[in-house]
Protein backbone atom coordinates (compact mmCIF):
# COMPACT_ATOMS: atom_id res chain seq x y z
CA UNK A 1 0.00 0.00 0.00
CA UNK A 2 1.54 3.65 -0.65
CA UNK A 3 -0.03 6.72 0.05
CA UNK A 4 -0.59 9.28 -3.13
CA UNK A 5 -0.41 13.23 -2.48
CA UNK A 6 -0.79 15.56 -5.30
CA UNK A 7 0.38 18.81 -4.60
CA UNK A 8 0.18 22.35 -6.83
CA UNK A 9 3.41 24.00 -7.03
CA UNK A 10 3.81 27.41 -8.15
CA UNK A 11 7.76 26.60 -9.02
CA UNK A 12 8.02 23.22 -10.43
CA UNK A 13 11.82 23.04 -11.04
CA UNK A 14 11.97 24.37 -6.74
CA UNK A 15 9.59 21.86 -6.33
CA UNK A 16 10.96 19.16 -7.81
CA UNK A 17 14.77 19.72 -6.20
CA UNK A 18 12.83 20.03 -2.55
CA UNK A 19 11.31 16.84 -3.19
CA UNK A 20 14.19 15.39 -4.57
CA UNK A 21 16.32 16.15 -1.55
CA UNK A 22 13.52 15.64 1.07
CA UNK A 23 12.33 11.65 -0.55
CA UNK A 24 16.20 10.99 -1.41
CA UNK A 25 15.01 10.20 -4.74
CA UNK A 26 14.73 11.22 -8.11
CA UNK A 27 11.10 11.91 -9.86
CA UNK A 28 9.97 8.71 -11.96
CA UNK A 29 8.28 11.61 -14.41
CA UNK A 30 8.68 15.10 -15.06
CA UNK A 31 7.46 17.21 -17.94
CA UNK A 32 6.41 20.95 -17.87
CA UNK A 33 3.53 21.01 -15.79
CA UNK A 34 4.12 18.09 -13.88
CA UNK A 35 6.19 15.27 -12.03
CA UNK A 36 5.70 12.84 -10.30
CA UNK A 37 7.98 10.55 -7.23
CA UNK A 38 7.12 7.11 -6.83
CA UNK A 39 9.26 5.55 -3.76
CA UNK A 40 9.09 2.75 -1.61
CA UNK A 41 10.41 4.24 1.80
CA UNK A 42 8.16 5.75 2.53
CA UNK A 43 5.53 4.20 0.45
CA UNK A 44 4.46 7.27 -1.61
CA UNK A 45 3.54 8.69 -5.04
CA UNK A 46 3.65 12.32 -4.85
CA UNK A 47 2.55 14.33 -7.60
CA UNK A 48 3.40 17.63 -8.41
CA UNK A 49 1.20 19.94 -10.62
CA UNK A 50 1.97 23.24 -11.70
CA UNK A 51 -0.23 25.88 -10.78
CA UNK A 52 0.31 29.89 -10.96
CA UNK A 53 -2.34 30.18 -8.10
CA UNK A 54 -1.30 27.58 -6.21
CA UNK A 55 -1.02 28.22 -1.97
CA UNK A 56 -0.28 26.08 0.76
CA UNK A 57 -3.14 25.41 3.09
CA UNK A 58 -2.56 26.75 6.60
CA UNK A 59 -2.34 24.98 9.91
CA UNK A 60 -1.22 21.50 8.04
CA UNK A 61 1.96 19.92 8.06
CA UNK A 62 3.16 16.76 6.67
CA UNK A 63 5.66 14.17 8.36
CA UNK A 64 7.87 11.22 7.18
CA UNK A 65 8.21 8.61 10.06
CA UNK A 66 11.71 7.09 10.38
CA UNK A 67 13.31 4.35 12.59
CA UNK A 68 16.22 6.14 14.08
CA UNK A 69 17.63 9.29 15.29
CA UNK A 70 20.27 8.52 12.83
CA UNK A 71 18.33 8.32 10.15
CA UNK A 72 16.70 12.04 10.78
CA UNK A 73 20.32 12.78 10.69
CA UNK A 74 21.01 11.89 7.23
CA UNK A 75 17.97 13.94 6.42
CA UNK A 76 19.35 16.84 8.24
CA UNK A 77 22.65 16.66 6.29
CA UNK A 78 20.59 15.82 3.22
CA UNK A 79 18.72 19.24 3.49
CA UNK A 80 21.61 21.83 4.60
CA UNK A 81 23.51 20.52 1.61
CA UNK A 82 21.49 21.28 -0.60
CA UNK A 83 21.14 24.72 0.70
CA UNK A 84 17.19 23.98 2.45
CA UNK A 85 16.63 26.06 5.83
CA UNK A 86 15.61 23.74 8.61
CA UNK A 87 14.83 23.78 11.70
CA UNK A 88 15.98 20.64 14.60
CA UNK A 89 14.61 19.67 17.09
CA UNK A 90 16.33 16.52 19.47
CA UNK A 91 14.79 14.77 22.09
CA UNK A 92 11.27 17.11 22.57
CA UNK A 93 8.18 16.57 23.97
CA UNK A 94 5.57 16.81 20.94
CA UNK A 95 1.70 15.77 20.56
CA UNK A 96 2.22 13.47 23.42
CA UNK A 97 5.54 11.94 22.65
CA UNK A 98 9.36 12.40 23.42
CA UNK A 99 10.55 12.87 19.16
CA UNK A 100 14.01 14.26 17.22
CA UNK A 101 13.07 15.81 14.05
CA UNK A 102 13.80 17.87 11.28
CA UNK A 103 11.41 20.49 10.04
CA UNK A 104 11.74 22.12 6.14
CA UNK A 105 9.63 24.11 3.81
CA UNK A 106 8.87 23.31 0.02
CA UNK A 107 8.87 26.36 -2.11
CA UNK A 108 5.06 26.59 -1.18
CA UNK A 109 5.53 26.86 2.24
CA UNK A 110 4.43 23.63 3.23
CA UNK A 111 5.78 21.99 6.16
CA UNK A 112 7.27 18.68 5.94
CA UNK A 113 9.01 16.96 9.53
CA UNK A 114 11.09 13.89 9.02
CA UNK A 115 10.83 12.60 12.71
CA UNK A 116 12.01 9.35 14.59
CA UNK A 117 9.43 8.97 18.51
CA UNK A 118 11.53 7.96 21.17
CA UNK A 119 8.46 7.52 23.58
CA UNK A 120 5.10 7.85 24.03
CA UNK A 121 4.69 10.61 27.43
CA UNK A 122 1.33 12.22 28.96
CA UNK A 123 2.58 15.78 28.11
CA UNK A 124 1.17 17.20 24.95
CA UNK A 125 4.43 19.46 24.15
CA UNK A 126 7.34 20.87 26.53
CA UNK A 127 6.11 24.40 28.16
CA UNK A 128 9.34 26.21 26.24
CA UNK A 129 8.95 24.45 22.76
CA UNK A 130 7.76 25.89 19.88
CA UNK A 131 7.35 21.74 17.90
CA UNK A 132 5.32 21.53 15.06
CA UNK A 133 4.81 25.63 14.68
CA UNK A 134 6.65 28.07 12.70
CA UNK A 135 7.40 31.12 14.37
CA UNK A 136 4.91 32.95 12.70
CA UNK A 137 2.21 30.57 14.61
CA UNK A 138 3.88 30.85 17.65
CA UNK A 139 3.37 34.67 17.58
CA UNK A 140 -0.23 33.88 17.21
CA UNK A 141 -0.66 31.50 19.84
CA UNK A 142 -0.81 28.31 18.02
CA UNK A 143 -0.10 24.92 20.08
CA UNK A 144 1.42 22.02 18.46
CA UNK A 145 0.06 20.29 16.55
CA UNK A 146 -3.48 21.83 15.93
Not at 34 to 42: D, K, M, N, S, V
Not at 46 to 53: E, R, V
Not at 89 to 111: F, H, I, L, N
Amino acid sequence: MKMHLNLATRDLDASVAFYSTLLGATPAKVLPDYALFITEQPGLELALDLDTDAQAGRGQHFGIVVESAEAVDAQIARLQAAGHAVDIEREETCCYATQTKVWASDPEGRRWETYVVHEDTENRDNEDTTCCRTEAAVAAGETCCA
